[in-house]
């Protein structure tokens, strides 16, 4: 559905920003995993497309609210950060396919990279309450890109941090520490949302661990409403065909190891309707 919301905050967190905006109805609709497309640049702007940021928090206040987590990229993003208490911000949302959740408690593992991280504290509430365990691995260049640390400190059994630079945590990838968090708490599952690099290497471990990994991608969106077709990427289908596939549609959440990674980018040569005859191959 299309908001138009009022800001009620706006904060800086570390080289982040977070705005929280009054959208009863999208709040009420919201599932972990979901995202909103936001309007920016004003009435007279000639930014035609809109925005689009996981949500990271849902409160009840003021009939319900919507917090999302960004950086500054573009002249977008940086009117968006000049925003200010009792502005106002056309939003559509909730947006995409949501995190499946597990039917019976399970450990699982929540590894985030950079800003991504923000889509997994409510997926951590949702599997709480369903009596998962909740470990987390969060991890950045630098100790001010590391988004939520200290929440996840709270929320979880264990938290893991990582940075390149070695600024807080330990020094390096998500993707070098994850097997021993893997190993050590018996994950049954593993959810991740951050950067496409981090997504490939994230699934490369759960697969080597054999367990399901659910990753929500950080593709580019123009629309979010599966109109534009600039967020498309190849993805596995359950008949073994490989799709191109619209990510605010059909994703942003998919199955790790059905996304072709190597290939996002591009039209693999095998896809249906590719040149190379992928047609030949559907049902």
């Known amino acids: 559905m299309q908001v138009t919301g009022t800001v009620l905050t706006t904060r800086r967190v570390d080289a982040y920003h977070a705005l929280t905006v009054v959208a009863p109805g999208i709040a009420e609709r919201f599932r972990p995993g979901h995202f909103v497309a936001v309007a920016v640049g004003g009435a ?4 035609l497309t809109r925005r689009v940021f996981f949500v990271h928090d849902v409160k009840p206040d003021y009939g319900g609210t919507v917090e999302f987590v960004f950086t500054v990229r573009g002249p977008g993003t940086e009117w968006l950060a000049e925003r200010r208490a ?4 056309d939003l559509v949302g909730p947006l995409g396919r949501p995190f499946p959740l597990p039917r019976d408690p399970v450990g699982c593992v929540l590894a985030g990279g950079e800003y991504g991280s923000a889509a997994l504290f409510p997926l951590a509430d949702a599997l709480q309450r369903r009596g998962c365990r909740v470990d987390f ?9 590391v988004f939520g640390a200290l929440r996840a400190r709270r929320m979880g059994e ?22 021993g968090v893997i190993a050590d708490v018996r994950a049954d599952a593993v959810y991740a949302c951050g950067p496409m690099a981090m997504l490939r290497g994230v ?6 661990f054999d367990i399901p990994v659910q990753v929500a991608v950080e593709e580019r969106m123009a629309c979010g ?10 993805v596995i289908g359950d008949d073994g065909v490989t799709r191109m596939v619209r990510s605010c549609v059909e994703g942003p959440v998919f199955r790790g190891e059905r996304v072709r990674f190597d290939d996002v980018g591009t039209i693999p040569f095998d896809a249906l309707g590719a040149p190379g005859g992928g047609s030949r191959h559907a049902g």
């Open 44 to 47: 007279r702007t000639s930014s």
């Open 137 to 145: 691995v969060l991890g950045a260049a630098s100790a001010d890109r």
């Open 203 to 208: 699934t490369a471990v759960a697969v080597e």
């Open 158 to 179: 264990t938290t893991t941090l990582t940075t390149e630079d070695g600024s807080v945590g330990m020094r390096g990838k998500v993707t070098d520490v994850l097997p």
């Open 225 to 234: 409403t599966g109109v534009c077709m600039t967020c498309v990427l190849p």
């Open 86 to 89: 009792r502005d106002t911000l």
